[in-house]
């Protein structure tokens, strides 16, 4: 970006490539004289920050896009959005997701929204796609389901006012509901000890343990010291009977 400026002959195109060079503001993400981006069989990018710096959302996340289209080659692959509002707020990414949803399933790639209001979706400009696309759907709990407003929103989903009571009296991080084309049922997901406590692991105090962990004891001796400090040293002795996983070569480094 920084070698394009200097030939550039039009003060308004140096001007607005400026910021993503190396002496503006945003050259650390974009400017570099070949991309240091490798991927995983499993990668996440966390947004956070950059969504705090509004000029260089749309560039950056281009881009990633660019870089996982390359990604889709046929192997069974499961793109996550999480908190997806962030992505159909902008129609230049709600464009790009509803042109996903209509192709990617022919190159063996499933697409999974995660947000946490339904009228995020209802209120996007390619709600019918995603509607029409995304037929299973987990809805969580919600006690202002019942309500005017979020009643309407669960009714573009296709909810009746028997299921949308259901959703309202249901134990939140306890229950769930489905809706398939096979049919809809609330259920509890009845997690074990074990997979509860990997798989509740989310909140910050565990992501600082967790970091404790690896930095005190090193990833091979993660899962057992994990287990112990959970008071699950029974699981954690566990360990040794089960065989070490074969080396395989690795895709990549996790960004």
Not at 14 to 38: E, F, K, N, V
Not at 60 to 84: Q, S
Not at 89 to 97: S, Y
Not at 205 to 215: E, K, P
Request: proline residues 7%; hydrophobic residues 45%; contains cysteine.
């Amino acid at each position: 970006m920084t070698g394009l400026a200097l030939l550039l002959q039009s003060n308004a195109l140096r001007t607005a490539i400026q910021p993503y060079t190396l002496d503006g503001p945003h050259g650390r993400l974009l400017d570099a004289s070949t991309s240091g981006l490798t991927f995983a069989d499993v990668q996440c990018f966390e947004t956070e920050a950059l969504l705090g710096a509004s000029g260089v959302v749309a560039p950056v996340l281009t881009y990633l896009f660019h870089r996982l289209e390359e990604r889709f080659d046929g192997r069974p692959t499961l793109l996550i959005l999480d908190e997806a509002w962030i992505f159909l707020d902008h129609p230049l990414f709600a464009a790009r997701i509803r042109e996903w949803l209509k192709t990617l399933r022919k190159k063996n790639v499933a697409v999974l929204f995660a947000t946490q209001s339904l009228a995020d979706i209802v209120g996007s400009s390619i709600a019918p796609a995603i509607i029409e696309s995304c037929p299973p759907r987990i809805l969580l709990p919600n006690d202002r389901a019942i309500e005017p407003q979020s009643r309407e929103a669960y009714a573009r989903f296709g909810l009746n006012d028997r299921q949308i009571e259901l959703i309202s009296r249901a134990t939140p991080k306890r229950h769930y509901y489905l809706q398939s084309a096979r049919g809809n049922r609330l259920f509890e997901l009845g997690l074990r000890p074990i997979a509860l406590a990997l798989c509740g692991a989310s909140d910050p105090a565990s992501q600082r343990r967790i970091d404790t962990i690896l930095a005190e004891h090193g990833a091979e001796a993660f899962a057992d010291r994990f287990l112990r400090d959970a008071d699950l040293g029974w699981a954690a002795d566990l360990l040794g009977h089960f065989p070490a996983p074969r080396p395989s070569s690795p895709r990549g480094e996790a960004a």
